[in-house]
């Protein structure tokens, strides 16, 4: 069964520090992958995807992709306190389909 | 707006109950899923649709009944609610062949 790991946390960053969220996925044929927001209470948000191997970058998000060592991370530059919030990784449960499974999430802080 | 609606936002009920959430999307897009976060805030697919046809169903008993009467609807009914059954549940929607998934607000659904 598919599986995506997450360090669950808390990963605690100074604000204007870089956090590093990483992300590993069981599947070798996994072709997309998704990073999403979840502040307490509320909906997942989605903020970054990657299809490709490489980085991929979207203001202060960055995306990092090795599909050889199966692993997915995200940067962010300047972390904010509002960037406090729990991340999401997810990848596609097949490839004939286009629903997610789901990481069980990294908590971030972010202190002033 | 354009989003992914829920109702109702929370919902209590008994046990042994049958209750619905409704959820409509005006994104335009062709797949919807229903997705459920328990209490440790894993996020895991029970039901994606296409069309109004049901793609996938993961292992999630038969008490939980999906109904797309359009491809911008997708309700969910649940039969004899047990204790196990809270959680929130997430509407979602994507445009077709895409994973990039819309989440609604969520249904805090307490079962006592």
């Known amino acids: 069964q598919k599986e995506v790991e997450q360090n669950s946390g808390p990963l605690s960053v100074p604000e204007g520090a870089i956090a590093s969220l990483n992300c590993t996925y069981s599947?070798?044929?996994?072709?997309?992958f998704f990073w999403y927001r979840q502040y307490s209470g509320k909906s997942p948000e989605l903020i970054m995807f990657?299809?490709?191997?490489g980085d991929k970058e979207d203001g202060r998000f960055t995306a990092q992709l090795n599909k050889a060592s199966q692993y997915v991370s995200l940067l962010i530059r300047d972390s904010q306190p509002s960037d406090s919030a729990t991340y999401l990784c997810a990848v596609t449960l097949n490839q004939a389909g286009t629903a997610l499974i789901f990481g069980k999430g990294t908590t971030l802080s972010v202190s002033s | 707006d354009t989003a992914v609606s829920q109702t109702p936002k929370y919902l209590v009920t008994q046990m042994g109950n049958d209750k619905s959430i409704k959820c409509e999307q005006n994104?335009?897009?062709?797949?919807m899923y229903w997705y459920k976060q328990d209490s440790k805030k894993f996020l895991k697919i029970m039901f994606s649709?296409?069309?109004?046809?049901?793609?996938i169903n993961e292992t999630v008993p038969n008490r939980f009944s999906p109904k797309s009467p359009d491809k911008a609807h997708l309700n969910l009914h649940i039969n004899s609610l047990e204790l196990g059954d809270s959680a929130v549940y997430f509407c979602?929607?994507?445009?077709?062949?895409?994973?990039?998934?819309?989440f609604g607000q969520g249904t805090r659904l307490t079962v006592v």
């Open positions: 979602a929607s994507s445009p077709s062949q895409s994973s990039e998934a819309f």
């Open positions: 990657i299809y490709s191997n």
């Open positions: 994104l335009g897009h062709d797949t």
């Open positions: 599947d070798r044929g996994s072709q997309s």
């Open positions: 649709y296409n069309n109004k046809e049901l793609i």
